[in-house]
């Protein structure tokens, strides 16, 4: 419930202006950097995933108690689902052909999934704050989801479901955002580790408990003192 001194502007000051920035970085990643499949380094790697962490946040940040009363729920929502299905699902279909006619390139099917896929992770998220849900689980299902993203499950999985090729392959050198954070091409088995060890990340920030966390923030604290 709102107290009388309740202020829409004070009460997401965090959150509004994250939103800000999150269109900001989504405006910079699509139409100032290089909007291409590869990914040259580490740092680019970083600032094509910014859009969506800040993002992420602002839905952490945004008052339970003013998106119920704005009915948040009612419009945010709908207008998500619309957006996938008038815009992405028929743009996936149209790319899709003309794929097939030989006016686009498999690197555009792509570029369209990379943006569908934080969309709906940013969606997945809100439904749940507005429904309720914690600033904390808005951030651990963030911080999941998007180690998921990046754990190279998805190249192994279409690889997988390729009938054109033999197996999985020895090299994964389609894999960009793992080659840039090994500092080489993977192959097969470190592909594996690497997913591997993305995947058990997802499931400690999904899992630790808090106190755990705290703990860890008491003893990073510059300046505390030891008891005792």
Known sequence: ???TSSSFWRDNRVALPLGAL???LAALVRFVIPYEREI???WML???VTPQLAALACVAWLDVAWARRLRLHLVALPAIFLGFLCYFVPA????ALDMVDGTAEFEDLYLHVVVFVPFIMIALALAYRVGGGSREGVLRVGAAMTILQLSGLEDLVAVMLNSRLDGIPEV???AH???VRLGHVATRNEAYAFIAVHVVLAVLAL????RLFAALGRRLRPGRRPAG
């Open 40 to 42: 040259s380094s580490v």
């Open 207 to 210: 899992a630790v408990p808090r």
């Open 92 to 95: 996936t279909f149209m790319t």
């Open 172 to 174: 994964w050198d389609w």
């Open 22 to 24: 999150a269109v900001a």
């Open 46 to 48: 970083l600032v094509k």
């Open 1 to 3: 419930m709102l107290s």
């Open 177 to 179: 955002h793992i080659t």
